[in-house]
Nanobody, 127 residues
Framework: QVQLVESGGGLVQDGDSLRLSCAAS???????????MGWFRQAPGKERDFVAG????????YYADSVKGRFTISRDNDKNTVYLQMNSLKPEDTAVYYC?????????????????WGRGTQVTVSS
């Protein structure tokens, strides 16, 4: 079992930046560095949508079109933590942000591909 805890959300204004963190812990047969990690977001009444993903080594990253050029995903395997740097935030970025851990390799952009989830952190961008 892997426990994921997100942090760093908050209320910001249009154009501001935030950095989300997701810390992993727990005992499993795999180390954190072997999981593909991803960030998703869910607005009220909507599905959980893919935002960004990163390979186990950090060498490969991929993004939803809506955040390309504004968001950056990264990871520190020594700290068992994945980050999401969000710049130029827009009101449409308002959502609960979740991080997930997947045992799959390669771009994992569907929520069903993730095995573990955190409880989420709220990001609200005011206009």
């Amino acid at each position: 079992q892997v426990q994921l805890v997100e942090s760093g959300g908050g209320l910001v204004q249009d154009g501001d930046s935030l950095r989300l963190s997701c810390a992993a812990s727990g005992r499993t047969g795999r180390t954190f560095s072997t999981y593909t990690m991803g960030w998703f977001r869910q607005a009220p009444g909507k599905e959980r949508d893919f935002v960004a993903g990163i390979s186990w080594s950090g060498s490969s990253t991929y993004y939803a079109d809506s955040v390309k050029g504004r968001f950056t995903i990264s990871r520190d395997n020594d700290k068992n933590t994945v980050y999401l740097q969000m710049n130029s935030l827009k009101p449409e970025d308002t959502a609960v942000y979740y991080c997930g851990a997947s045992k799959l390799s390669g771009p994992v952009v569907r929520a069903i591909g993730y095995d573990y989830w955190g409880r989420g952190t709220q990001v609200t961008v005011s206009s």
